[in-house]
């Protein structure tokens, strides 16, 4: 297989002329036959990487997902784009299992998800030795190991995989999953030689603030005002503190609802179908709703209390933003958040406690710090930048700086000459010259760098201390009790002479000061389109999405939509060009769009740009047939029956008994009494016994809303 067919699937499928960094290289590997852990943030492209060689390759693409509305999203999607998918997890009937069991074993699919119950139960190893195997995709892969955030001991059992597929290439992804995370993937799934590859977890699109927690319902009701229409999530500790907020929201006249595992499962599908489909824009939840979310269009994301770890916290503001469009994230921070979060992880979590109370430090850390925050997060999974981003609170209101250079060289010289085999407390002890007793025990009195920093304060060094870590110029080894680590950036400040420029010790005066002239701060303005037109677009995507019974963002992102403002294409051609449209989504949606750009911009702007429906209109009057205006066009005759049916709702003179019979009329137009407006075509399709073919119904409701 060859990467042309690779990139020529990218744009028929997913309407992508370019793939982004490493998806490349990752889809030929796979294509090699060999296995590979791939990290990349949430909203990154992770899944191109497997579903292009899924469309590619011959077999079908085994994916294992964790939750079922996970799955559901995903499936749906694909088919949105033309591909052949389905899932098998519990929420399927005996009779539905078997009939997606059938397709899978008959090579009718090229993807199928999978729980990782159902893929280590005894009854589907021999289903999956028969059936024709492309590759295997272990998606949020960190749930494997005991020291990712998420663990989950029935993902422990897919070590069979490579025993019993030695030949079937192996791909596991995950957004978040520091060092020992990584390793320790690599060890459960056996896999010998994987290449790793670790993308950019940059996410510049995401805006980061964290602001002090007094007044937090007053802060996001004046939040949410400045962002009508938008969907986010907040995130919030507890159920009840989800049902609170949710009600106060409600009040203030948002139209909000909560969402928590303490629901029932139809409650709980019904608040998260409302939220997809944009009829609620704003929901309460609890960490219970983060992974089941692949919506792109959430445009922020609030934290009404500190997450447990930077892994979770970065996880779950990955929801916002998917598609690369400019979003927001907030994150509420006070003592009583980490004193609580402290006194939960002592109750409830007796493994590993250390390490996860030292995660939960670092949290901590990330919402007092005095620098760039993105440059931290960055830091954290492992990749180094020197560049302040400019586009979080910090950036936006920076503190002063003083040159740390001199200060850096003493702790990490320390560290160094202390063979990295101590914690930051008794680093800075040793650097402050302490009479301490362990010191004098160890000998580290006799180290050079004994006393080095004594005319800096304790908490001035810890201060500094952590501007060093947060910059990666040193790390903490949770599996040796939490020692300090020097990194490559150590050694470009004490042997090629980097400057360390570090944020002055401030006075709790300062620091409170400088925390109200930061929540006061302007949000930084929104770089996509959002203009008129962008809300007509918007507004014609969710009836499209109404009268499909999909999600809008399936149909087309906020991205798509904000280039389109931009671009404002009249033209298939033109519209071929927009990221986001494929040549699925060009024959089921195009023309709707291209004619709303039109009537927006005008019959001067559009002059001699022939709308897409008015050359259907012109070949039908020549007396062409659909399926010869379908093999002109190289449309679908689905998709010239749409134009027929908006031609003849617009007045157009269209015969349109000769495309329906008015019994067939008749059907669709006495459905509509026991169905429920806004009518969908799939309701009228299974109201009718599946015996009016959907654009047959299109055409039918057509005539109906032009008698009306």
Known sequence: MNM???QDALKKYFGYDTFRPMQADIIEQVYAGKDSLVL?????????????????????????????????????ALRANGVQAAFLNSSLGEADQRAVEDQFFNGELQLLYVSPEKLTS????PLLKRAEVSLFAIDEAHCISSW????????????????????????????????????????????????VFISSFDRPNLSLEVRPGQRRREQILRFIGKRPNESGIIYCLSRKGTEQLAEKLQDAGITADYYHAGLSPEERDAVQEAFINDNTPVICATVAFGMGIDKSNVRWVIHYNLPKNIESYYQEIGRAGRDGAKSDTLLFYSYNDVALMEDILKQNDSDQLDIKLAKLDRMRQFAEAVGCRRRILLSYFGEETTEDCGNCDICRNPPK??????????ALSAIYRLRQQVGMTLAIDVLRGSGKKEIFERGYQNIKTYGAGRDIPFLEW????????NYGYIEIAHDEHGVLKLTPASNRVLFDGEKVPLVR????????????????AKATERQGVRDELFEKLRQLRRQLAQERGVPPYIIFSDKTLEEMAAVRPMTDDEMKRISGVGERKLHLYGNYFIDAIIEHVGPAASRGKSSTYQITHDMYQRGLSVSEIAQKRQLTETTVYSHLAILFEKGQDINLHELVTPSEVDQVVKSLRYLQEPYKLKDVFEYLDEQVPYHKIRLALAYAKREA
Not at 462 to 469: I, V
């Open 4 to 6: 042309p067919a690779a």
């Open 40 to 76: 990349m943030p949430t909203g990154g492209g992770k899944s191109i990487c497997y579903q292009v060689p899924a469309v590619t390759l011959p077999g079908t693409a085994v994916v294992v997902s964790p939750l079922i509305s996970l799955m559901k999203d995903q499936v749906e």
């Open 122 to 125: 005894r009854d589907f190893l």
């Open 148 to 195: 990712g955030h998420d663990f989950r001991p029935e993902y422990t059992r897919m070590k069979f995989l490579k025993q019993e597929f030695r030949d079937t290439p192996i791909l596991a992804l995950t957004a978040t999953a520091d060092k020992l995370t990584r390793k320790d993937i690599l060890r459960q799934l056996n896999l010998p030689d994987p290449q």
């Open 401 to 410: 700086t003083i040159d740390g250079t001199e200060i850096a060289q003493k």
């Open 462 to 469: 810890q201060h500094y201390m952590l501007q060093l870590l």
């Open 505 to 520: 010790f401030a006075t709790l005066k300062e620091r409170q000061e400088a925390e109200k002239a930061q929540a006061k």
